[in-house]
T-cell receptor, first 116, second 110 residues
Framework: DTAVSQTPKYLVTQMGNDKSIKCEQN?????MYWYKQDSKKFLKIMFS???????INETVPNRFSPKSPDKAHLNLHINSLELGDSAVYFC???????????????FGPGTRLTVL | DQQVKQNSPSLSVQEGRISILNCDYT??????FLWYKKYPAEGPTFLIS?????DKNEDGRFTVFLNKSAKHLSLHIVPSQPGDSAVYFC?????????FGAGTILRVKS
C-alpha cells in the first residue's frame, strides 16, 4: 500500500525532448514537493505545493513546470531536456507546510532521469 | 553555499559497535533538524528529529545530539546492525522547506 508513488521509475530520453514524471500520494497530505538529487548527491528542493497552490519555487529553469490537478497529485513536466537535467527526482508529501515537528516528509522511490 | 554539510562521505562500523554520523550547518535561523535514512532504489525515510530548544532526542537505538553553539549535530546508533547500512541524510529547517546535506554512507559489517 504505497504512500507516495512515482512513475516512471526510470526514464531515458534524448536531449530536446519533453517528458513528465507523475506523483501521487494517498496519505491525505496537503503539501507536496519535488526534489532533485544531482550527481553530488545533495537533495535540493525544487517546488512545493500546498492544496494545489505553488508555495516554493526555487531557482529552477522555467523548462520545469509542476502541475497539481488535485492535492493528491503533483506532476513534473520538463521541456527541452538538457544533459544537465540527468538526476534522480523525488516527490514527497507532508501533512502541511511547516517543516517542523510532526510534519515529516514522506518520499517516493525516485525517478532516475537520464538525458542522452 | 551549502548550508548543511556532512563532511564524511562514508563510514564503516563493526556490528554491535556505535555509529556516529556528523552534520554541520551554517544558518543560525534553522530551528529543526532531522535525519533521514535511504536504502538503494528507495526514497529517504524519516528517522529521528530534534528541535533547537533541545540538545538530545532519543528513540530506541538512535540518539540525535544538537550543539547549537557549534552548529553541529550528530546521530548515534547503538548498537549498530547490518540492516542499518544505508545512506543517512541530515536535514535542517527554518520554515517551510528542508535543506539537506549530501549524505553519509554507513556500512555495518557483520
Amino acid at each position: 500500500d504505497t504512500a507516495v508513488s512515482q512513475t516512471p521509475k526510470y526514464l531515458v530520453t534524448q536531449m530536446g525532448n519533453d517528458k513528465s514524471i507523475k506523483c501521487e500520494q494517498n496519505l491525505g497530505h496537503d503539501t507536496m514537493y519535488w526534489y532533485k538529487q544531482d550527481s553530488k548527491k545533495f537533495l535540493k528542493i525544487m517546488f512545493s505545493y500546498n492544496n494545489k497552490e505553488l508555495i516554493i519555487n526555487e531557482t529552477v529553469p522555467n523548462r520545469f513546470s509542476p502541475k497539481s490537478p488535485d492535492k493528491a497529485h503533483l506532476n513534473l513536466h520538463i521541456n527541452s531536456l538538457e544533459l544537465g537535467d540527468s538526476a534522480v527526482y523525488f516527490c514527497a508529501s507532508s501533512q502541511d507546510l511547516l517543516a517542523g515537528t510532526y510534519n515529516e516528509q514522506f518520499f517516493g522511490p525516485g525517478t532516475r532521469l537520464t538525458v542522452l | 553555499d551549502q548550508q548543511v554539510k556532512q563532511n564524511s562521505p562514508s563510514l564503516s562500523v563493526q556490528e554491535g559497535r556505535i555509529s556516529i554520523l556528523n552534520c554541520d550547518y551554517t544558518n543560525s535561523m534553522f530551528d529543526y533538524f532531522l535525519w533521514y535514512k535511504k536504502y538503494p532504489a528507495e526514497g529517504p525515510t524519516f528517522l529521528i528529529s530534534i528541535s533547537s530548544i533541545k540538545d538530545k532526542n532519543e528513540d530506541g537505538r538512535f540518539t540525535v545530539f544538537l550543539n547549537k553553539s557549534a552548529k553541529h549535530l550528530s546521530l548515534h546508533i547503538v548498537p549498530s546492525q547490518p540492516g542499518d547500512s544505508a545512506v543517512y541524510f541530515c536535514a535542517a529547517s527554518g520554515g517551510n522547506k528542508l535543506v539537506f546535506g549530501a549524505g553519509t554512507i554507513l556500512r555495518v559489517k557483520s
